[in-house]
């Protein structure tokens, strides 16, 4: 509950297949009001991330309720993309930034 998660920086220039930044709930967990924010995160090259940040969820009794995801600098271009598909409930994704392209990234 309450967790931040801010002012990181996260380089991926070798093949991994993980995510950035991942908040999951998994064995019977409950994670709430939770704050991604104002991190850097690059993947260069070929396909060296699965995805920049990942909110999941996994199966079972597991629940996440209230996560913002706002004000990140993503370089998305070594990995599938810059946010993987979402699970919980109360999610805000704002302010995100592509830093290949420029502009703002949408919500998934």
Same mark, same amino acid.
Request: no cysteine; aromatic share 10%; net charge neutral.
């Given at each position: 509950? !309450? =967790?931040?998660? =801010?002012?990181?920086?996260?380089?991926?220039?070798?093949?991994?297949? !993980?995510?950035?930044?991942?908040?999951?709930?998994?064995?019977?967990?409950?994670?709430?009001?939770?704050?991604?924010?104002?991190?850097?995160?690059?993947?260069?090259?070929?396909?060296?991330? =699965?995805?920049?940040?990942?909110?999941?969820?996994?199966?079972?009794?597991?629940?996440?309720?209230?996560?913002?995801?706002?004000?990140?600098?993503?370089?998305?271009?070594?990995?599938?993309? *810059?946010?993987?598909? *979402?699970?919980? =409930?109360?999610?805000?994704?704002?302010?995100?930034?592509?830093?290949?392209?420029?502009?703002?990234? *949408?919500? *998934?």
């Amino acid at each position: 509950t !309450n =967790s931040v998660i =801010s002012f990181n920086t996260v380089y991926q220039s070798n093949p991994s297949g !993980n995510q950035g930044l991942q908040i999951e709930a998994q064995n019977g967990s409950t994670i709430t009001n939770t704050w991604v924010q104002n991190n850097v995160i690059v993947a260069r090259g070929a396909r060296t991330m =699965s995805y920049s940040i990942f909110v999941g969820v996994a199966s079972g009794p597991n629940t996440i309720d209230g996560v913002v995801v706002a004000n990140n600098y993503i370089d998305f271009s070594g990995a599938y993309g *810059p946010f993987y598909k *979402p699970g919980g =409930s109360h999610l805000l994704y704002t302010g995100n930034v592509d830093m290949s392209r420029g502009g703002l990234l *949408p919500a *998934p």
